[in-house]
């Protein structure tokens, strides 16, 4: 398996192990556009892989910080509560870069950014740009690549595709 996920078209593609489009999804990746820096808020281009899988078994809407689950469910009323956080649901993809000064090591570490494929609360808007660096995702969408994928899977991520 392998994920391709397309800055341009807002999409993520599961290829099977002959490169073959397995299932497409919507996202969302960086509302500020593409880059590597640290504290940038851009989405990492490259070749990734997959560091670890995180949140399995949990709850769908279960609320993580720092990659912990905090033990709150996500709801509207928590979202009026915390206005201003971005929110992490469901489940954690955290990609690791493999290119050594590009998207790896330094100041252009995707694994030090924090950039995760995650969950985000059901009205928000896929298709369109809208993170602070990290790729959104449906919570039903995640919890079926998150079903699909094992650490290690490589991640590519295009301007173009």
């Given at each position: 398996m392998k994920i391709l996920i397309g800055i341009a078209s807002q999409t993520?593609?599961?290829l099977d192990g002959r490169g073959e489009a397995v299932k497409?999804?919507?996202?969302?990746?960086?509302?500020?556009g593409v880059g590597e820096q640290t504290g940038s808020?851009?989405?990492?281009?490259?070749r990734h892989v997959i560091r670890a899988k995180?949140?399995?078994?949990?709850?769908?809407?279960?609320?993580?910080v720092k990659r912990r689950p905090t033990g709150e469910t996500y709801s509207k009323e928590l979202s009026a509560q915390f206005p201003d956080r971005d929110w992490i649901l469901t489940r954690i993809l955290w990609l690791s870069g493999m290119e050594?000064?590009?998207?790896?090591?330094?100041?252009?570490?995707?694994?030090?950014r924090y950039i995760y494929i995650h969950g985000t609360?059901?009205?928000?808007?896929?298709?369109?740009?809208?993170?602070?660096?990290?790729?959104?995702?449906?919570?039903?969408?995640?919890?079926?690549?998150f079903d699909r994928v094992e650490a290690g899977t490589e991640v590519e991520i295009l301007?173009?595709?």
């Amino acid at each position: 398996m392998k994920i391709l996920i397309g800055i341009a078209s807002q999409t993520l593609k599961l290829l099977d192990g002959r490169g073959e489009a397995v299932k497409e999804y919507a996202i969302s990746s960086s509302k500020i556009g593409v880059g590597e820096q640290t504290g940038s808020f851009r989405t990492p281009r490259g070749r990734h892989v997959i560091r670890a899988k995180i949140g399995g078994g949990m709850p769908v809407d279960t609320v993580f910080v720092k990659r912990r689950p905090t033990g709150e469910t996500y709801s509207k009323e928590l979202s009026a509560q915390f206005p201003d956080r971005d929110w992490i649901l469901t489940r954690i993809l955290w990609l690791s870069g493999m290119e050594p000064g590009f998207n790896r090591l330094g100041e252009v570490d995707t694994m030090r950014r924090y950039i995760y494929i995650h969950g985000t609360p059901d009205g928000t808007e896929m298709g369109k740009p809208g993170s602070h660096g990290c790729i959104r995702m449906r919570n039903d969408d995640l919890l079926d690549l998150f079903d699909r994928v094992e650490a290690g899977t490589e991640v590519e991520i295009l301007e173009t595709l």
